[in-house]
C-alpha cells in the first residue's frame, strides 16, 4: 500500500506564518483514501480475468437446449453425464470444428450403441430429423462458446491492462 505525506505548508503575509496541517491533513487522507481506491480496483480487475472451462460450458449449454427436446431419440442418451458421450462429442468437435449425423451415428457405434432402423418410413424419418436437430443444436452450442470464449480472452486482457494502469497510476 502506498501512503502519500506532504510536508507542512507555511503561508507567510506581511510577516505572519499560518500553518495548514489542518488543509494538509485533509489532502493527505483524501489522497490515501483515492490510493487504497486505486488499489482494490486493480486488484479486483486482476480476480475477475479467471477463465472458465470450455468443456463445462459446452457440456451446461448441450444440458439446456436438450431438456427442450425431450423426445428426441438421442436425449437420454446425451443428457446422462455420467456416459462421457457430450465429453466425445466436444472432444471431436475440438479436432473438427463442426459434427453431422453420420459422425453422431460413428461416435456412438465407437461406443456400441445403435440406433436402430426400422421398416417404417416415417420412423425412419423421425430418427434421421432427431439426429439433424441435435446435431445442429450441438453445432450452434459449440460455435457460440467459440465466440464467447474469444470475448472472454479479450475482456481477461483489457482487464489486464487496466489493472496494469491503476496500479501505475498509484
Request: proline content about 0%.
Amino acid at each position: 500500500m502506498y501512503q502519500i505525506f506532504l510536508e507542512k505548508i507555511y503561508i507567510c503575509q506581511f510577516g505572519v506564518t499560518y500553518g495548514l496541517e489542518e488543509a494538509n491533513d485533509n489532502v493527505i487522507n483524501k489522497l490515501n483514501t483515492m490510493t487504497d481506491t486505486l488499489n482494490e480496483m486493480a486488484k479486483n480487475y486482476k480476480e475477475t480475468g479467471k477463465e472458465t472451462d470450455a468443456k463445462k460450458a459446452f457440456i451446461e449449454n448441450l444440458n439446456e437446449e436438450l431438456e427442450k427436446i425431450q423426445e428426441n431419440v438421442l436425449y437420454e442418451d446425451l443428457s446422462n453425464e455420467d456416459n462421457g458421450l457430450s465429453l466425445e462429442i466436444f472432444e471431436f468437435l475440438e479436432e473438427n470444428e463442426e459434427i453431422k449425423k453420420d459422425d453422431i451415428i460413428k461416435i456412438l457405434e465407437n461406443r456400441n450403441e445403435y440406433i436402430l432402423g426400422f421398416e417404417d418410413f416415417d420412423t425412419n424419418m423421425k430418427i434421421e430429423e432427431d439426429l439433424n436437430k441435435v446435431s445442429l443444436i450441438i453445432n450452434n452450442i459449440y460455435k457460440i462458446g467459440q465466440v464467447n470464449n474469444i470475448w472472454k480472452k479479450r475482456l481477461k486482457e483489457n482487464k489486464k491492462v487496466i489493472s496494469n494502469q491503476l496500479r501505475r497510476c498509484i
